[in-house]
């Protein structure tokens, strides 16, 4: 049975086949590098494809936020890196909790993180391991420079229930040169000075191609490998084929010849650009342009397409960001090259906390 049999729209799809298939490569390709494999899972946020990506040979998953963690640690997942400054007596208590029942490692990149942190895990039946992150030069999280990074990794193992384990960034895409500089410099600091420094953590879908034999990295994290996205085909990352995530949405309008409003506006689509024209990649009509999105409206400029959908037809958007669109559908349907699977809630829609 056709999976557009089974949904009403606005809806995401998810062809399992293509998901299978990606999981099987990355994990493939860092097999062959000898670098872990920690995949992000703020991208799908399902536990069915977690515990996939751990059977093909994660070492564990990364999870972006202590909710996030708490439902895939409840689901059976048992070695967690949390890619988040956790400030907050709340937060850091469910952390404590957390860390009783799983395997947790947490970042930090300023010291009253690391206060916070020593002061609830002071007497915890086992230390936290903390990453120090590292600017490699996206300008987001993370210590400015080697030294900092090093005098950060000083200050985690002075601090009472806590443990140095290690350095990690997110990279800028194409930046492997100044990244690789940064953290042999890092790593060579805090060998000399602390004595160890057993895990250097990068991530990104865009820079996992960038990853050779050699590299400093020991860990790798990638989320939206697993679906693929517009923008990861414009960045020459993935190919059409390579996309596992669709939007189906319905034509509801055509007011001109040349415009149609689809019934999936900013609340169904993501309104990240990422420097793209346009909202999104009509499957079908690759000319089509997402021009606006209105809350419930998605705005389609239709003139240089030969051939137009008519109200009533169903069309197959890949997003610009895959990632954004799983937290905004509390349910995702299932199927293999078309046909329905099954739908499956989102466990951690919505856990951003």
Not at 258 to 276: E, F, H, P, Q, V
Not at 322 to 340: E, I, K, M, P
Request: aromatic share 4%.
């Amino acid at each position: 049975m056709s999976v557009l049999n089974n949904i009403e729209t606005p809806a995401v799809l998810i062809d399992e086949d293509i998901v299978d298939r990606n999981i099987a490569a990355a994990q493939g390709e860092f097999n062959r590098l000898g670098i872990a494999f920690r995949p992000h899972i703020k991208t799908h946020k399902l536990v069915r494809f977690a515990k996939k990506q751990i059977a093909a040979g994660a070492i564990g998953i990364t999870c972006q936020k202590t909710s996030e963690a708490e439902a895939f640690v409840e689901a059976g997942c048992k070695d967690v890196l949390i890619t988040f400054n956790i400030i907050g007596e709340a937060k850091i208590r469910r952390l404590r909790r957390l860390s009783e029942q799983a395997a947790i490692t947490v970042v930090a990149d300023n010291d009253s993180v690391i206060r916070g942190l020593s002061k609830a895990f002071d007497e915890a039946r086992k230390p936290l391991r903390v990453l120090v992150e590292c600017d490699t030069g996206l300008a987001r999280c993370g210590v400015q420079s080697p030294d900092a990074a090093v005098q950060l990794a000083r200050l985690v193992t002075q601090s009472p229930g806590l443990q140095f384990a290690g350095l990690m960034t997110y990279p800028a895409p194409n930046s492997t040169e100044q990244v690789e500089s940064f953290l042999r410099e890092a790593k060579a600091r805090c060998l000399d000075e602390i004595g160890h420094c057993e895990t250097i953590s990068s991530g990104g879908t865009p820079s996992m191609k960038s990853i050779s034999a050699g590299t400093i990295v020991t860990e790798y994290r990638p989320g939206t490998y697993i679906y693929n996205d517009r923008s990861l085909i414009e960045r020459g990352a993935a190919v059409l084929g390579d996309c596992a995530l669709s939007v189906a949405a319905t034509v509801v309008s055509r007011p001109t010849p040349d415009r149609a409003i689809l019934d999936s506006g900013s609340k169904t689509l993501s309104s990240d650009l990422l420097g793209l024209t346009g909202y999104g990649l009509l499957r079908d009509y690759p000319d089509a342009i997402v021009t606006g999105l209105s809350e419930e409206h998605g705005h389609v400029d239709l003139s240089a397409c030969a051939r137009k959908p008519e109200v009533g037809d169903t069309v197959l958007i890949i997003p610009n960001h895959a990632c954004v669109v799983t937290n905004l559908f509390d349910q995702v349907h299932l199927h293999r090259s078309g046909v329905f699977v099954e739908t499956l809630r989102v466990d951690a829609r919505g856990l951003v906390s």
